[in-house]
């Protein structure tokens, strides 16, 4: 269905119509609030699921992370301290900000990821600019991404620590240490050409470690971007967040069985979040925890709807050999782009 | 997979690793800065939490300094008390003014109580809990035979179901007024250093060429004009002095919330009658007084460098692609057969 829309927009491949998707979204979430007004960011969903930062001053609206940053530190931490049972009426709020986030997950599921997300589509461009620039591709074998993986769960208990700081336990920096820490806050406010968050906090021991280790991560990821697909993705909240409620969106990535599946795994080597289990899993097991739901597996699956995008059952995108062929002559699985890059190794290859 | 790709994702795994570590012992650091929470350091933190609330000010700091008059014009106070959260009272003196109500203005303009005045004993009024977060604007009016003075200041309620205030902010509740265009929102303050845009009109129509006077605690007294549209550009100016940066503003958590109390204030003479409007709130210091753009950079560059090693290209990568190059592209020509 989507192969049936995009074409007649001008777009010749999914991953084209993504990549204008992500530009979009990048200045909606960005610069969003100068074009719908400067209280946007409390008109919205307030608990995208996506890494749209509160501190970019023109922002359209912001992640869900935030919200339950702030109703963890100021509502129900301060109701633990002040020995108040934590009923449900202090719980509404949490509650609603779940439920909002929900309401446009369920559509979107980790799509929220691939196409909407901020941080995600600066991690692209720098990608593709490390194309151009012949930089090598770092990948993670299937040995190397179990270690990883673990990582985007641990973050999550971070949690614990805005609810500690409003029990007046921790120090009042830790009320939102996502957003201490998040490279998302640095890119977004550098890009509406605001240094104030990349410059470090002098004021408090904690704040400065806690803005020196995020300037560091933004640093990381920003060099290793170019030599390494979606870096940050890797270890982000967001990612085991919107996990938790995949299974419940309609949305989902589906693979059927296949024998000639073992003998290809060109969707592993095109998969930007090194998902092996892509290759050799179907059914349910083939749609990860980690997957982004950017449609590559489907793009440079050369069988007929083998890997297919489907909401509700119907299917959106669908593997098919005429549509690969097409595809790999513009651009490898690895992302590498045909024909417009000096690649020596390949030249030499060639010769 | 290439003997190179596991070399380069251990060099990944190695720096992730070490960026773990650094996450995973921010629990350590709970002891270092952690104290037992009393009911009136949490009292101090909970004045601190958020940037609107942070605005309110470190209420015993700012009372000693009200000692001191520091501006004629009007103006509302804003004191804060209870337990915090949902138990947080507010209650508003009137400076210089002596209203015969306090009225609040909610930003839900079709709600049926978005006008209402709050419980007012001449001295105190106390902020009742609005039905939606937000922005909500508050307001005294005093009314005497030659003259007409109002007090009006912005008030931030961190609940969810908060409405765009554009429509509110732009309803003419006083004769003279001044509205800020806009009014800074969640997570941004007036700062020293910054400029912020306010309309003044009289009845209605935007004044060109007012006169409008920026009075702070901090002392200083700045006159500004308005353009031909009634829009007045504030430039706060940077008067927080050295000595109250380092003073007792600290909570012993650390938490450095700098804040002083401005008046931007108009007059104008219309009819025989004298109207006197104040529009005040609390600034902090620039943005960058507590911060250091020079370090932040250093800590980027040093995070970059850590990523460098991802970026070389290995004799092992030339081999290796040279091999797998021309597998692929087997691959792809045996899919296409």
Request: glycine fraction near 8%; aromatic fraction near 10%; charge should be positive.
């Amino acid at each position: 269905m989507l192969r049936n829309i995009f074409p007649n927009l001008g777009f010749p491949t999914l991953g084209r119509f993504r990549f204008t998707v992500q530009i979009i979204m990048l200045f909606v979430t960005v610069y969003g609030g100068s074009v719908l007004g400067s209280y946007a960011t409390n008109q919205l969903t307030e608990a995208l699921p996506s890494l749209a930062c509160a501190y970019d001053k023109l922002s359209s609206d912001k992640c869900i992370l935030v919200v339950t940053q702030h109703q963890l530190h100021h509502r129900i931490g301060q109701a633990l301290v002040n020995a108040k049972l934590v009923t449900v009426k202090v719980l509404i709020p949490t509650l609603i900000s779940v439920g909002a986030f929900f309401t446009v997950f369920f559509f979107l599921n980790k799509a929220f990821c691939g196409w909407v997300c901020p941080m995600g589509t600066v991690q692209e461009l720098l990608f593709r600019i490390g194309r151009r620039l012949g930089r090598p591709l770092n990948r993670f074998d299937k040995n190397n991404v179990g270690k990883v993986r673990p990582i985007k769960w641990l973050m999550l208990l971070v949690l614990g620590l805005p609810l500690l700081a409003g029990m007046g336990v921790a120090a009042n920096e830790l009320g939102a240490p996502y957003c201490q820490v998040c490279p998302s806050r640095l890119a977004t406010t550098l890009l509406t050409m605001d240094a104030e968050q990349i410059a470090v906090q002098t004021s408090s021991g904690l704040g400065f470690f806690l803005n020196a280790a995020s300037n560091a991560l933004f640093g990381f990821v920003i060099i290793a971007a170019l030599a390494t697909r979606l870096p940050f993705c890797r270890i982000c909240p967001l990612l085991s967040w919107n996990a938790m409620f995949q299974k419940l969106s309609p949305m989902r990535l589906v693979k059927k069985q296949n024998d000639k599946c073992e003998k290809c795994s060109i969707c592993q080597v095109a998969c930007p979040m090194d998902i092996h289990e892509i290759g050799r899993e179907h059914g349910s097991k083939a749609f990860h925890e980690d997957c982004t739901l950017c449609g590559r597996c489907a793009e440079y699956c050369p069988d007929d709807g083998v890997i297919q995008i489907k909401f509700f059952g119907i299917k959106l995108f669908g593997s098919s050999l005429a549509y690969y062929k097409n595809r790999v002559k513009k651009e490898s699985p690895e992302g590498l782009p045909k024909g417009k890059v000096i690649w020596l190794t390949q030249i030499k290859a060639d010769k | 997979m290439t003997s190179n790709d596991i070399i380069s994702g251990g060099v990944i795994i190695k720096s992730t690793a070490l960026l773990t570590v650094v996450f995973l012992s921010l629990p350590l650091l709970l002891v270092a800065p952690s104290y037992a929470a009393d009911a009136e350091q949490h009292q101090a933190h909970m004045q601190h939490a958020g940037d609107h609330e942070g605005m309110a000010g470190n209420e015993r700091k700012r009372n000693m300094r009200e000692m001191v008059q520091w501006t004629s014009f009007p103006r509302l106070k804003m004191m804060m008390g209870g337990e915090g959260g949902e138990h947080k009272q507010v209650t508003l003196m009137p400076k210089n003014i002596a209203p015969s109500s306090v009225d609040a203005y909610s930003n839900d303009i079709h709600a049926a109580n978005m006008h209402r005045q709050l419980p007012y004993d001449l001295v105190l009024a106390t902020l009742d809990k609005p039905a939606t977060g937000g922005f909500h604007w508050l307001s005294a009016r005093e009314e005497q035979v030659d003259k007409v003075l109002v007090a009006s200041m912005v008030y931030y309620m961190s609940e969810r179901g908060s409405k765009d205030p554009t429509a509110m902010f732009m309803l003419q509740k006083n004769s003279l007024e001044i509205i800020p265009q806009p009014f800074p929102r969640e997570h941004s303050r007036y700062r020293a250093n910054e400029d912020w845009q306010f309309l003044v009109r009289f009845n209605r129509w935007p004044l060109a060429q007012q006169k409008v006077m920026l009075e702070t605690q901090n002392g200083s007294k700045v006159e500004f004009n308005s353009d031909a549209k009634g829009i007045v550009t504030v430039h706060f100016p940077s008067d927080f002095k050295a000595s109250a940066r380092q003073g007792d503003m600290v909570a012993r958590n650390g938490d450095r919330r700098q804040s002083s109390d401005f008046v931007l204030a108009a007059e104008l003479v219309n009819a025989k009658k004298t109207y006197i409007t104040g529009f005040n709130g609390s600034y902090g210091p620039d943005a960058f007084s507590q911060r250091s753009l020079v370090l932040g950079l250093g800590f980027t560059f040093f995070g970059m460098l850590g990523a460098a090693p991802l970026l070389r290209n290995r004799k092992a990568d030339k081999k290796s692609a040279m091999k797998t190059a021309p597998a692929i592209s087997t691959q792809t020509n045996k899919k296409e057969a």
